[in-house]
């Protein structure tokens, strides 16, 4: 299937998932709330692939566990990994579970088991005997568990032979010979070493757990260490955050939580394709002319639609959930009173908004925050903002690769990341328009050439969170450094001088200065852009449905958030459906399953955000009372 078939296939998805009915069992069961999509829109959602392959599909569906002859898509397993089922559609013919696909590798030839935006963003929340889902909202899905897990199966299969000879009949079936036996069994180490060679690059202090993923150092090292074929550029995956929620992300100004890529134009579209970089994305390095960019195996224009979809998605509302008789009905004189709380300690940070009518997209601003003044864990900023890593073969290339300077031997891993992004994008949008501009000239101008300059335009804003001093100062930030350094200045005061040439609270001086020290000549002026490290402060609307709370997930409830962080609990054990409407947070497992949250455990800190703490009890209650209502 070409480009152009493929995307002309995602405009139509709808049609197809209208020809397939709802799963009765499963609608029988599960409580969907009105959150703007209707069933065509859900299916799409919870299936489209996005170019994410991970192993041939026929090898999916035929892995056993690794310890068992159980098939490792056998339904009790995946649903031990939090994962979630709607049924099965055109989409999804064989009942994968929420978020795993149908997908094709780079070459566009051999069908592949694919992993979409759905997996970590459907939560289920169980109350008064009844199961809901919220779409948009966060899982329960253990992703390193799943990965882990994966790469035991193939281990295992590779290496026991009753185990292989039951995988080899299940692909095979009557070609089972021993030629093609021995060929699969070489062709299944191959691709065990893909796997091992991710999970390499992606060594972990520690499991993160459900819910949770070190998410930007997973896409860098994807993109720094294993696209670049640079080992060295792999950092340790030590900075989990919760999945975050998606309702209203089209119209905020910011969406990832340390808020350095601009919403505006082609950023939602490369925020998308960076992610896909890191979840399994294949890309070609090698540079094309026609199509111009990189090939890879991200389809973009299946993201493009699914980031449109997203535009019609709302929050879930707490009164709803009650009138289906999951949770109690809101006590509405509570939270009037909350209201005025609200007004007074959340909103100057937290905007309020209309969940329906959100006006233009990424319109609504979203304030950010340096972290000696909001105080959370500081891992997932900080561990984006200082990599420097080899530029490999890109060394000399545009940093934006249609804009920008030529890439010094070290840059900063987020320009690696921005070229990447911008090539892979520029390849797509070269071959799907191409295939079409002898017969509608108008839609490669207005679509193509539109989306290229919106691309180059996202690559301008990238780069303008922090612009090189010398578009600021006549002496650059180097030649400071430098100046500073002849004269004997120390590091600390280097870079106090730095800080006094701006008012930026959530910049790194100390990193600039070491980094500046460190490396020299053109690599130093390469590096020399101001990072910053902050977190960013997005509407709540929907907020009760989206714990654990704070970005790493480090607290249990709304209420615990509302304690001084010396009071919150320091572990918590997670994965958990059960909602605690009280509290408003997830319950522990009763029958002592699930993961221990230990908030003492470095990326996993519950300190910060330290608002509202000391309300009265009364407050407190009306405070959260009025949360439900948003």
């Known amino acids: 299937m070409n480009r152009l078939t493929a995307h002309t296939s995602v405009l139509a998805l709808s049609a197809f998932a209208l020809m397939m009915p709802a799963p009765k069992a499963f609608a029988e069961e599960i409580i969907t709330l009105e959150q703007g999509w209707d069933e065509p829109s859900r299916v799409i959602f919870y299936q489209t692939p996005q170019g994410s392959p991970i192993i041939p599909y026929d090898y999916f569906l035929a892995l056993e566990q690794s310890d068992s002859a159980s098939l490792f898509m056998d339904k009790a397993h995946l649903s031990s ?10 989409l999804n013919p064989d009942g ?19 992993m979409n935006c759905a997996a970590c963003h459907v939560t289920e929340i169980k109350a008064g005997g009844k199961t809901a889902l919220i779409d948009g909202g966060v899982s329960h899905f253990d992703f390193w568990s799943f990965m882990q897990e994966l790469d035991l199966a193939l281990k295992a299969t590779a290496g026991d032979d009753a185990k292989f000879d039951r995988f080899a009949m299940r692909v095979l079936k009557d070609e089972a010979d021993a030629t093609s036996k021995a060929q699969l069994r070489a062709r299944l180490r191959g691709v065990l070493r893909e796997r ?28 720094s260490a294993y696209m670049l074929g ?12 919760s999945y975050p929620f998606l309702w209203d992300a089209p119209y905020l100004e910011y969406v990832q939580y340390n808020g350095v890529v601009p919403n505006k134009g082609s950023g939602a579209l490369a925020r998308n394709v960076g992610q896909v970089l890191g979840v399994f994305g294949q890309v070609s390095l090698i540079e094309s002319t026609l199509p111009g960019g990189y090939a890879s195996s991200v389809r973009v224009e299946h993201l493009y639609d699914l980031e449109q979809s997203l535009e019609t998605l709302k929050s879930p509302r707490w009164s709803e959930l009650a009138e289906k008789g999951a949770v109690p009905e809101i006590n509405a004189e509570l939270a009037n009173a909350g209201q005025a709380i609200y007004a007074a300690e959340c909103a100057s940070c937290h905007v309020e908004i209309d969940r329906a009518e959100r006006g233009d997209l990424a319109s609504i601003k979203v304030p950010t925050f340096g972290l000696p003044e909001i105080g959370t864990d500081p891992a997932a900023a900080t561990g984006f903002a200082a990599r420097a890593v080899a530029s490999g073969p890109l060394e000399g290339r545009k940093s934006g690769f249609v804009a920008g300077d ?3 031997e070290y840059v900063h891993g987020n320009t690696v990341l921005a070229h990447i992004t911008v090539g892979v994008i520029m390849h797509e949008l070269s071959e799907t328009y191409g295939d079409v501009i002898s017969t509608s000239v108008d839609l490669v101008e207005d679509g193509l050439s539109a989306k290229m300059r919106d691309a180059v335009q996202w690559v301008k804003s990238l780069f303008g969170y922090g612009e090189p001093a010398a578009a600021q100062e006549k002496v650059t930030d180097q030649q400071l450094i430098e100046n500073m350094q002849t004269q004997g200045a120390t590091e ?17 001086y100390d990193l600039m200065v070491s980094q500046g020290l460190e490396y020299h000549g053109k690599d130093a002026a390469c590096l020399e852009t101001l990072q910053t490290a902050q977190y960013r402060a997005r509407p709540l609307n929907g907020i009760w449905a989206t714990g654990p709370f704070l970005h790493n997930g480090s607290v249990p409830s709304l209420m615990a958030l509302l304690r001084p962080a010396a009071q919150r609990p320091t572990s918590f054990v997670v994965g958990n459906s059960d909602f605690d409407p009280v509290n408003v947070g997830f319950t522990e497992p009763s029958d002592g399953t699930g993961f ?29 009372e009025y949360l439900k209502s948003l």
């Open 96 to 114: 994968l579970p929420i978020g795993l696909t149908v997908d094709h590798d780079i070459h566009g030839v051999e069908t592949y088991l694919g």
């Open 230 to 241: 640079r080992d060295d550029n792999a950092r340790l995956v030590d900075a989990p955050v």
């Open 492 to 508: 600390a005061e280097i870079a106090a001088a730095l800080k006094a040439r701006s008012d930026d609270k959530a910049a790194l």
């Open 81 to 90: 990994l939090g994962m979630l089922y709607w049924g099965k559609s055109s």
């Open 406 to 408: 030529p890439m010094c």
């Open 196 to 223: 091992e060679a991710w999970q390499t690059h992606n060594t972990a202090s520690a499991p993160p757990g459900p819910g949770r993923v070190d998410a930007l150092n997973v896409i860098l090292n994807q993109a």
């Open 596 to 624: 221990k949250m230990d908030t003492l455990m470095p990326g996993n800190a519950n300190t910060g955000h330290e608002y509202g703490v000391t309300l009265s009890e009364a407050d407190k209650l009306a405070l959260l």
